[in-house]
Structures are given as C-alpha cells and as structure tokens.
Antibody, heavy 119, light 108 residues
C-alpha cells in the first residue's frame, strides 16, 4: 500500500524556519517525481514545488522561490521541504504528493502537516 | 500563469440526482486537465486525468469531458459519499501547475 506521511509542521514565528519531512512507503521513491502542495485554512490548493526522481531538476512557485528548498533522500525514502523566512501567508496544510509517472497529476497524497506562522 | 475558474462555487444536489461541475481555463490547456475530490479533513483524491480518464478505483458515475478551455465533471447519480469539494488542475503550461478554486457539492 502506498503511504506518504508528513511530519515537521507546527507553530513558528514570522521570519523563522521549519523543515518538513515526508516518509514514503509501499513504492520505490526513486522512481517518482514528487511535489509539495499547500492549502491555507478554508482555501484551495496551491502547488509549491516539484523535484524529479534523482533530485537534479527542481522547480518552485514564485511565491516561495528563494525561501523554500525541496530535496529528497531516496535511500531513506524521504522527501523534504526546508522553509526559511516564513511569512503569515505561508500558513497552510502542506501535502506531500506523488506525481503519476511523469503525467503532472497527483495520484497519491499524504495526510498533510499544518504549518502556522504567527507571532 | 493559467487561471482556472470553477463554477458554481457551491452546488446543492439531492442524492440520486446528477451533478455537473464546470472548469474554465484562461487559455487552452488541451486535454491536460485533472479533477480531484476532497472531503473534510482529508487529502484530495485523484478522480480524472487527461480530461476524461478515470483514475484507478474511481466509480463509473464520475465522468469528465471537454478540451481547450472548457471542461465538465459529471456525477451521474450522487451518492452520500460524493458530497465534497471538487478541484480541477491544469498541467499543460507550467510552472506553475494551477488549480481551480473548487466547487463544493452539498446536500440539497
């Protein structure tokens, strides 16, 4: 069974940092491109970042470029999102998402981890 | 950036009735469109990709159609478990990958 389990969310002050992790199981992480998608409370879905299977190609949404860093450790079956210079507008549930074999759509989602940026 | 607009924002439907949800793109996305379902407190679930191909395990009452800028998700006979929020997503021109604002399907 494919599972994606996020962790690392919590309350952080504006300007602070947080690192999210996503533990993958039930499939070979190194075979898939992975994404982070976020959802502010009561709002819609917003794509954040994408990383290819070996980590050599990375793309970010403009809203997080220069502040967030996506990475992966295929040996540990784990995806990461390092978030720096956090702002109130970064408050959201962050989902780790698997891309369906180069299709650009998302076939498996984690349960999400809530990041709250507030003083 | 391609803007995806969904309508209506809320759709009130009785169980057993048909629901028709719309998604419009600000420019052509060919057939590179997906639909997702999200229930309260849950992650989204892929329903449809390529505008009309049902994902694994998705019941036949869900169907997608359209191309270019106009797309439709139809639920032929609403079941209790179908009341949720539905999002469309384009993947033709990116970055960024973009989602619509969602349509909430509620019980009438």
């Amino acid at each position: 069974e494919v599972q994606l389990v996020e962790s690392g969310g919590g309350l952080v002050q504006p300007g602070g940092s947080l690192r999210l992790s996503c533990a993958a199981s039930g499939f070979t992480l190194s075979s898939y491109w992975m994404h982070w998608v976020r959802q502010a409370p009561g709002k819609g879905l917003v794509w954040v970042s994408r990383i290819n299977s070996d980590g050599s190609t990375i793309i970010y949404a403009d809203s997080v470029k220069g502040r967030f860093t996506i990475s992966r450790d295929n040996a540990k079956n784990t995806l990461y999102l390092q978030m720096n210079s956090l702002r109130a507008e970064d408050t959201a549930v962050y989902y780790c998402v698997r891309e369906d074999s180069g299709s650009y759509n998302f076939d498996y989602w984690g349960q999400g981890t809530l990041v709250t940026v507030s003083s | 950036e391609i803007v995806m607009t969904q309508s209506p924002a809320t759709l009130s439907v009785s169980p057993g009735e048909r629901a028709t949800l719309s998604c419009r793109a600000s420019q052509s996305v060919s057939r590179n469109l997906a639909w997702y379902q999200q229930k309260p407190g849950q992650a989204p679930r892929l329903l449809i990709s390529g505008a009309s191909t049902r994902a694994t395990g998705i019941p036949a009452r869900f169907s997608g159609s359209g191309s270019g800028t106009e797309f439709t998700l139809t639920i032929s006979s609403l079941q209790s478990e179908d009341f949720a929020v539905y999002y469309c997503q384009q993947y033709n021109n990116w970055p960024p990958l973009t989602f619509g604002g969602g349509t909430k399907v509620e019980i009438k």
